[in-house]
């Protein structure tokens, strides 16, 4: 019974994603946008704001080394708390009509702010080192958040769609009941990547940064 529960939950994400494949591949591509401007800005810094973020990186990887060990309780309320106002965002992003430019906004920095993340890590250890700090810090915390957040963004897009194709107030209503849902589904997964950035995350990070 668990085994067809799962099997049915499984069918309905994928036909979610079928079917709003190309709102996917736009709220993707934003991100992806963003991504890629955040590499950008990093490589086309001044030498002087280079030289900062490295020693600003270096500097972080030294006390971490140093740290035995990590409270992560106030780190996690933090994450939290920072999740729970994007995810909030997103949401009323999604109920207004004019707001599909601010979700739209929103995940092209969210982007931004991956990519430049991963750029100064490259660009302070190296880009092997870089690369693997980025996957042990960032990763699988990762693996849950992009995915949630452009869910969001594309249940954002659905809403403003459906609001412009019938403005009955029931159908108004219904829809945004719906992305409501979908929005607090997505705010759970949301909150379960905060845990694992900064339980598990942080606790790989912990035994592996020796090697930086």
């Not at 067809?4 to 591509?29: A, D, E, G, M, P």
């Not at 992560?72 to 999604?94: D, H, M, P, V, Y």
């Not at 980025?134 to 459906?162: H, M």
Request: charged share 15%; aromatic share 10%; net charge positive.
């Amino acid at each position: 019974m668990k085994t067809k529960n799962i099997s049915n939950f499984k069918q309905i994400i994928i036909t979610y994603i079928v079917s709003n494949s190309k709102k996917y591949i736009l709220v993707t591509l934003i991100f992806l946008i963003g991504i890629f401007a955040g590499v950008i800005i990093v490589n086309n810094s001044p030498q002087d704001t280079t030289s900062q973020i490295s020693n600003y990186i270096l500097d972080f990887v030294d006390k971490f080394k140093m740290t035995e060990k990590i409270d992560t309780g106030e780190l996690i309320i933090t994450s939290i708390r920072n999740n729970i106002l994007l995810a909030c965002l997103l949401w009323f992003a999604g109920t207004t009509v004019i707001g599909i430019p601010l979700a739209f906004i929103i995940l092209f920095f969210r982007g931004l702010s991956l990519g430049y993340t991963i750029s100064a890590f490259t660009f302070a250890l190296g880009t092997v080192k870089g690369i693997i700090f980025s996957i042990l810090s960032l990763s699988l915390q990762n693996i849950l958040f992009i995915p949630a957040i452009l869910t969001i963004g594309v249940s954002s897009i659905k809403l403003y769609k459906s609001i412009l194709k019938d403005r009955r107030k029931e159908n108004i209503k219904l829809e945004i009941i719906r992305h409501t849902i979908i929005s607090g589904i997505m705010l759970a997964i949301i909150i379960l990547s905060s845990f694992i950035e900064n339980a598990v995350s942080f606790t790989i990070l912990q035994k592996m940064i020796k090697y930086f």
